[in-house]
């Protein structure tokens, strides 16, 4: 006796059978990979930063401390430090790699303008209260603006990046905000009142004692090793080894944008 729909069945079988697995059962997520030694890093750093700009706010105007590049250098370290930090803690992916990396160079111009030339007694540059004239919450506020938040962002980028993920491109695409704050400092000495007291946040910008053209002259000098440190970079990125395994970094190793 021939058993109904027996055909039917066998198609059914054979179709059960096609169907790929992700059909059957649900793929397996991996859970999200926590890097605490990431993010204590990165918050240490961060919190560095956001206690020297705090300090500096209270001493002085806040309007004027805002201007100076050292500081809004220091607010982006602790704004991407502190992302850094939360996505390591929680698992998430990190930042663009050029976003890391840029961050590096601003500060890293932060700490090199001012010691070699700013707190440098052999520079043309060289400004009357420099760190042996600082005292108290002043001194301690300019080490961590000036040599603890260059030296620890940098040691991240270096240590606990991954390498290869920028391009020369982001060399022109970082000299961006170096040129916007120059149009800003030049724009706000214009606009104060001559005598204004920081009219001008650094001497090397001074259209007030130096004049346009040494002003032009000084900010193309600046801009060019401004540049050369940025393709430095981006060489150093090419060439350095992978020194930690891939969950104990906060660069995505793809050029990409902000995740």
């Given amino acids: ?5 027996a055909e039917d069945e066998d198609a059914d079988a054979d179709a059960g059978a096609s169907r790929p697995s992700e059909a059957v059962a649900p793929p397996v997520r991996r859970p999200p990979v926590r890097r605490p030694l990431v993010a204590g890093a990165c918050a240490l750093i961060a919190l560095a930063a956001a206690t020297g700009i705090v300090i500096d706010l209270f001493l ?6 805002l201007s100076y590049f050292t500081i809004q250098s220091n607010v982006l370290v602790a704004a991407v430090l502190a992302a850094s930090a939360h996505r390591a803690w929680t698992g998430r992916p990190a930042l663009a790699p050029w976003i890391t990396a840029g961050t590096t160079l601003f500060i890293s111009i932060t700490g090199l303008v001012y010691h070699l030339v700013l707190a440098n007694s052999a520079s043309d540059f060289a400004t009357t209260d420099g760190p042996e004239t600082l005292t108290g919450l002043h001194a301690a506020a300019n080490d961590l603006l000036h040599t603890v938040t260059p030296i ?6 270096l240590l606990l990046t991954h390498p ?4 020369p491109r982001h060399s022109g695409l970082w000299m961006l905000y170096p040129l916007a704050y120059l149009i800003f ?3 706000r000495g214009a606009l104060l009142p001559p005598g204004s007291v920081a009219r001008y946040p650094y001497p090397f910008v001074d259209v007030e004692q130096h004049g346009y053209a040494a002003i032009l002259g000084n900010s193309v000098l600046f801009g060019l090793v401004f540049y050369a440190l ?5 060489g150093l990125d090419r060439i350095r080894p992978t020194l930690r395994p891939r969950e104990n970094r906060i660069s995505s190793t793809g050029d990409g944008p902000l995740k």
């Fill in 1 to 5: 006796m021939i058993t109904p729909f």
């Fill in 60 to 65: 002085g105007s806040p309007l004027r401390v």
């Fill in 152 to 157: 620890g962002t940098a040691l991240i980028w």
């Fill in 164 to 167: 290869g993920g920028l391009r």
């Fill in 185 to 187: 400092a030049l724009t």
């Fill in 230 to 234: 940025a393709l430095a970079i981006v």
